[in-house]
């Protein structure tokens, strides 16, 4: 089944710079990548997500890029903010005969300093 | 748009006690929700899945008598936790999308707490 790894598990950047957070899968069949921000006590919400037949999306300042051949796919936030900080997990879907299930990563805690 | 609304939000009750959690898609018909249990400073975790009119699939090491999942229309499944004990104390939230390849909604979640 999927695998998904996540990697920092925790991220410390100054206000101003990047970010930039990356997850491994072992599906090579997997064909659609979540990003999900999560505050303290509060929902996953869904920031951008990428399927596969595009290498790159952007959304503002946040970036998603995926590479299929090595399977991993990256986040990327410019311009950090404080109100940037937050839990951020990926995801892929277990796909052969699971109805695409999402396999979370691990998350990755960013903080973001003023 | 796609919005999906947790009820309760904070359960707090003694051992023994059986506890309903409701999951809505209040914008669009979700075929599907998942249920997910997450722990402090950890990831989601999946329980179950669960489709409109069918039964739910549950994951390995979930047990399908203690959490009891409904999903009788296309709007609303429900999670109960039967005779909760301290170590069902958690986090659960809830997920809902349209069809397949779509996105995945979540709700607030229901912090379960088990005395």
């Known amino acids: 089944g999927e695998n998904v790894e996540q990697h920092p598990s925790t991220l410390s950047v100054q206000e101003g710079d990047s970010a930039v957070i990356k997850c491994t899968y072992s599906d090579s069949a997997s064909n659609y990548f979540p990003w999900y921000k999560q505050e303290l006590g509060k929902r996953p919400q869904l920031i951008i997500d990428i399927r596969s037949n595009v290498g790159e999306k952007k959304d503002q300042r946040i970036a998603v890029t995926l590479n299929k051949t090595a399977k991993h796919f990256s986040l990327h936030i410019t311009e950090t903010q404080p109100e940037d900080s937050a839990v951020y997990f990926c995801?892929?879907?277990?796909?052969?005969?699971?109805?695409?299930?999402?396999?979370f990563g691990q998350g990755t805690e960013l903080s973001v300093k003023p | 748009g796609a919005v999906v609304s947790q009820h309760p939000s904070w359960v707090i009750c003694k051992s023994g006690t059986s506890v309903k959690i409701e999951c809505r898609s209040l914008d669009f018909q979700a075929t599907t929700m998942f249920w997910y249990r997450q722990f402090p400073k950890q990831s989601l975790m999946l329980m179950a899945t669960s489709n409109e009119g069918s039964k739910a699939t549950y994951e390995q090491g979930v047990e399908k008598d203690k959490f009891l999942i409904n999903h009788a229309s296309l709007t609303l499944s429900t999670l109960t936790v039967t005779s909760a004990h301290p170590e069902d104390s958690s986090f659960y939230i809830c997920s809902a999308r349209e069809s397949r390849g779509q996105p995945q909604h979540f709700g607030d979640g229901t912090r379960l707490s088990i005395l």
């Open positions: 995801a892929a879907p277990r796909l052969y005969n699971q109805g695409g299930k999402l396999i």
